[in-house]
């Protein structure tokens, strides 16, 4: 691949650097209080629409998808949106700014790629105006989710509706205040060959049947506004026009929804421990115990340098992803997908857990990011599928390479 980026992306880089350093770097502790306040639980922040009407206005918006669908995108190639995904990741909040935080990006792409007309103006337009929000429903408490097709949601035809019924987790983004829209994973005909009984549906969030049982924590974190949800749905009935595709063809979306949305978390993971690299190398001139400071130390430098080489390491390898992504397609790319799910999330959490130890009882207070990075990067080793799950498939796909026939 070319590691050089095109002049388009380089242009946005520097653009988007110019603007969180002049609007959003400023008022970082004031959101970050904003939040913590248990009183602000599910609000949004005031200042955010302000924030989200000046990039649009500058052109930093949708910057993820990769067609310029009404001119309300760039239409970047993944490889272009790789580092700009970085910057934004090293301030987890500030994607929404840029209309680019998941799940809506995820959304947005199978609206783009899957849906048809009625269903792209009723729903991705206004998601790509930024005036609502979406959530995806996927995984079940009562089954393991890693395998998709072990999903028990029913949707049964009824006249020209679907009834739904089901329990469904880690529903993120429907705590938002604004998330209007759900797209629903169910079975359609759970005696079908196995990755053809899945179907998707899209549900409005006030249809009558769907109830937010709880918001869902993450390591005490409660992710305001946007937040995880368990729901559930009892009885839903939608239109059958709501059905994406066609029946039986909701693994199908799920794979291709999942491709890039990899490539977005991994690159916002390599922004989170750039940041932290920053930090514990910042920190570690500036502490002096035992009469040295601590950048004099032989341990503290080796753990600064094996930081760089990872982060550098992991760079390249999602880069690389992204670029086979773009030129034979999310399919012939998996195997680089696999290992950018498997190794991001991981590097991140030592280069994290590094910088916490430098930091010392700072870092694992709320005056510095990592603590929330930390469990933001363990996370997704669960997310978008487990390490055992990648793991498992690519073991396979490489031994096959390399079976003698």
């Not at 949708?62 to 067609?67: D, G, I, Q, S, V």
């Not at 934004?88 to 990006?105: H, K, L, Q, Y």
């Not at 005036?131 to 989710?145: D, G, K």
């Not at 993971?269 to 500036?286: T, W």
């Amino acid at each position: 691949m070319n590691f050089q980026h095109s002049e388009k992306s380089i242009a946005l880089q520097k653009q988007l650097k110019r603007f969180i350093a002049e609007h959003i770097h400023p008022i970082q502790e004031e959101v970050q209080a904003f939040h913590l306040d248990p009183s602000n639980a599910w609000k949004k922040w005031p200042g955010l629409y302000g924030l989200k009407e000046k990039a649009k206005g500058e052109g930093l918006w949708n910057l993820f998808l990769p067609k310029p669908y009404g001119g309300l995108s760039p239409g970047l190639t993944n490889l272009e949106y790789a580092p700009l995904a970085e910057i934004m990741g090293r301030i987890p909040w500030s994607s929404e700014v840029f209309n680019c935080s998941a799940p809506d990006t995820g959304n947005m792409e199978v609206l783009a790629k899957y849906g048809n007309q009625q269903q792209q103006e009723t729903w991705l337009r206004p998601l790509m105006n930024g005036t609502i929000r979406s959530t995806f429903l996927m995984t079940e408490p009562e089954v393991a989710s890693s395998d998709a097709t072990n999903i028990e949601t029913a949707i049964v035809a009824d006249g020209d509706d679907y009834v739904i019924m089901g329990r469904k987790w880690w529903a993120s983004g429907a705590m938002d205040p604004h998330c209007r829209i759900a797209i629903v994973m169910g079975k359609t005909d759970f005696n079908a060959p196995r990755h053809v009984q899945q179907s998707m549906v899209l549900v409005p969030l006030d249809t009558p049947g769907l109830k937010i049982e709880r918001p869902l924590s993450v390591f005490g974190y409660n992710d305001s506004p946007e937040g995880h949800a368990e729901i559930v749905l009892d009885k839903v009935r939608v239109p059958k026009e709501n059905l994406l595709v066609g029946e039986g063809k909701g693994f199908e979306i799920a794979q291709g929804r999942l491709g890039p949305g990899r490539v977005h978390h991994c690159m916002r993971l390599i922004g989170m421990a750039q940041h932290a690299l920053e930090l514990m190398s910042q920190r570690a001139v500036e502490r002096s115990p035992f009469g040295r400071s601590l950048d004099t130390f032989s341990s503290i430098r080796q753990e600064i340098a094996r930081s760089a080489c990872e982060i550098e390491q992991t760079r390249l390898l999602v880069l690389s992803a992204a670029d086979k992504m773009d030129r034979v397609g999310n399919k012939e790319a998996k195997d680089l997908i696999a290992m950018i799910k498997i190794v991001a999330p991981n590097m991140a959490l030592k280069v994290i857990d590094r910088a916490i130890q430098i930091m010392g009882g700072m870092g694992v207070s709320g005056d510095t990011p990592l603590a929330y990075f930390y469990a933001s990067a363990r996370t997704l080793r669960l997310a978008d599928g487990p390490d055992e799950v990648h793991l498992s498939q690519l073991g396979k796909s490489t031994i096959k390479k390399y079976i003698k026939t």
